[in-house]
Nanobody, 127 residues
Framework: QVQLVESGGGSVQTGGSLRLSCAASGYTYRTYCMGWFRQAPGKEREGVAAISTGDGSTYYVDSVKGRFTISQDNAKNTLYLQMNSLKPEDTAMYYC????????????????????WGQGTQVTVSS
């Protein structure tokens, strides 16, 4: 089992920044892929960014490219999402996810590909 705990959410104005953290514990060895997803009220959960923990390859949904950066600190078993130039449409509950199966790039944004999930942290961006 892998336990994931997110933190770092909050309320900011348009153009502001936040850094989300996801602390992983439990059997984290050979966790091949980790990602950030978000879900706004009335909408489906969507992939935002993902990282292959082995080679560090990163993947982003088009709407956040150039604004968000996913990174990992293997020594701390922690995943990060640096979010800059935030927009009201970024408002959502953000979830950390992990999985032990290697994935092709096209699968990293698919929520069905992840077995482990955190409880989420709320991000609210006001105009």
């Amino acid at each position: 089992q892998v336990q994931l705990v997110e933190s770092g959410g909050g309320s900011v104005q348009t153009g502001g920044s936040l850094r989300l953290s996801c602390a992983a514990s439990g059997y984290t060895y050979r966790t091949y892929c980790m990602g950030w997803f978000r879900q706004a009220p009335g909408k489906e959960r969507e992939g935002v960014a993902a990282i292959s923990t082995g080679d560090g390859s990163t993947y982003y949904v088009d709407s956040v490219k150039g604004r968000f950066t996913i990174s990992q600190d293997n020594a701390k078993n922690t995943l990060y999402l640096q979010m800059n130039s935030l927009k009201p449409e970024d408002t959502a509950m953000y979830y950390c996810a992990a999985d032990r199966r290697p994935k092709p790039p096209r699968a990293t944004m698919n929520r069905g590909e992840y077995n482990y999930w955190g409880q989420g942290t709320q991000v609210t961006v006001s105009s």
